[in-house]
Every structure is written in structure tokens, then in C-alpha cells.
């Protein structure tokens, strides 16, 4: 696998279940180590004995929000991080507040992680992350199991974290349709390797390649092709938001 993270971007490594997106992510900040080949990140290889330290320029937010939620209160969850950053209690408790703002969670520092709904969690265990200050985080698949409401939230939070704090986005999933919103580059993950890589227009017009990784196209692309066979026209454009299909209809 050849896979690299650019500076401000959100990178979308797109696969079916056990292509190992999740996997990927998890050599990113050294919870696994590569048994042949080398993972380098902010120009360091990563060892042994430099995965320690790896935390602080990256960040991981589970699939499953249990996975990473523990403290008794989000304040205290939330803190963790800076706490274990070398941060004061004074410092510690202002990156949380500035990170829980930034996610719109504030309103539940009181609150005990497990009463909080699915999407409020995702929304914490963003915040907890953030609240660290990494130059990367890595979320996997981060709107799974949300409803609509909290899925928008959660998007527009990842987006967010790009355009405001400049925060480089590794997004793992397989819902494209998100991949197609948000990502300035898609990698497509098959059997632990990146098969393509390119932006949202060059891949998911690309059907014989999705078919070949699992995957269908999203929902803006199917439309589009829909309306170009049923008028009989070419397909000149490749709109993958609802304004470049609008723009192209």
C-alpha cells in the first residue's frame, strides 16, 4: 500500500467492509506498526520507539464512540488529552472548552458520556481529539449509525476542522456520498491496497473500478446518468454535489 496525507486536505480512503480502511488508520498514529515497509509521518519513521510520541501531531476518532469515552464527565473526557499533553489543569480545561465549542458540544461538559445519544458522542470524541491540537486526525467512518440530524453535524464539524483550524482529514469510509461532499482526494482500498487514487470526479465516474472494489456510485452520480440516458445526450460534465448536478442539468 502506498498512501500519503497532504497538508490541509480531507483524504477519503474509500472501501468495502475488510478492505482495511480501518487498519490503515491504524498505522497512522502507531497503534499498529507495518511488519514489512515504513510509515512516515511529519517526515519521521515511525518505530518503537517514535510511536509514543506520534499522538501529538495525530489523532484517531473511532467508529464506535464506547471505544474512546471513559471519564466520569465530557469535561473530564474531553481534558484527558491536554492533561496527558503536559497541559495545567487551567490550560487543560481551555483547549477542552475551545474544542467542545468547536463541535457545538459545550452544553454537555456535565454530562456522563454513556447518557448522551450516538450522534452527541461522535460530537465528544471529536472534541477530545481536537482538544490536543494534532495537525492530522483520522475518523472512521464518522457518520455510521447516526441519523440524519447528527450525520449533517458531524460533516459539517469535519469540514470545519479543515477550513478553520487547517487540520489535515483522513476520513475512512464507505459511504460515498459523504466521500463525494467533502474530500479533495479519494483513495479506493481493495484487499489492504490502494487500487486508485484521484479527485471525487475522476473516481466515482469510474464504474467498472467501484464495481471492481465493492462499491456503488453515489447517489448525485447515478442521477446524473440516469438523466443523460434517458435525453440520449453525452455526459460532458461530472457533477458529484447537488450544485454541480443542478449546474449540469
Given amino acids: 500500500m ?17 478492505s482495511g480502511k480501518s487498519t490503515l ?14 510509515v512516515y509521518v511529519m517526515g519521521e519513521l515511525i518505530d518503537p520507539r ?21 471519564a466520569p464527565t465530557v469535561l473530564d473526557d474531553v481534558m484527558f488529552g491536554p492533561l496527558n499533553l503536559g497541559m495545567n489543569k487551567g490550560e487543560a480545561w481551555d483547549a477542552a472548552m475551545k474544542a467542545l465549542r468547536a463541535v457545538g458540544a459545550e452544553e454537555f461538559i456535565n454530562k456522563i458520556p454513556n447518557y448522551l445519544s450516538g450522534g452527541q458522542k461522535r460530537l465528544v470524541s471529536i472534541a477530545g ?16 449509525d447516526l441519523d440524519p440530524h447528527h450525520a449533517e453535524i458531524v460533516e459539517n464539524v469535519i469540514c470545519g476542522l479543515k477550513e478553520e483550524h487547517g487540520i489535515s482529514i483522513v476520513l475512512a469510509t ?7 461532499r467533502i474530500a479533495n482526494r479519494v483513495c479506493i482500498v481493495k484487499k489492504g491496497s490502494v487500487i486508485a487514487e484521484g479527485s471525487p470526479s475522476e473516481i ?46
Fill in 2 to 18: 502506498c498512501f500519503r496525507v497532504k497538508e490541509n486536505e480531507i483524504v477519503a480512503v474509500c472501501g468495502a467492509n475488510g
Fill in 25 to 38: 488508520l491504524e498505522h497512522l498514529n502507531g497503534l499498529l506498526l507495518p511488519s514489512k515497509g515504513n
Fill in 50 to 70: 517514535t510511536k509514543k510520541d506520534l499522538w501529538k501531531n495525530v489523532g484517531i476518532v473511532f467508529q464506535k464512540s464506547d471505544d474512546q469515552l471513559f
Fill in 129 to 144: 481529539i481536537l482538544a490536543m491540537k494534532p495537525k492530522i486526525i483520522a475518523l472512521d467512518e464518522p457518520t455510521s
Fill in 174 to 180: 464507505h459511504d460515498l456520498d459523504l466521500a463525494a
Fill in 204 to 249: 466515482f465516474y469510474n464504474t467498472g473500478l467501484l464495481e471492481d472494489a465493492g462499491l456503488k456510485e453515489p447517489k448525485i452520480v447515478q442521477i446524473y446518468e440516469a438523466f443523460c440516458e434517458f435525453r440520449g445526450v453525452k455526459m460532458e460534465k461530472r457533477p458529484v454535489t447537488i450544485e454541480e448536478l443542478v449546474k449540469s442539468l
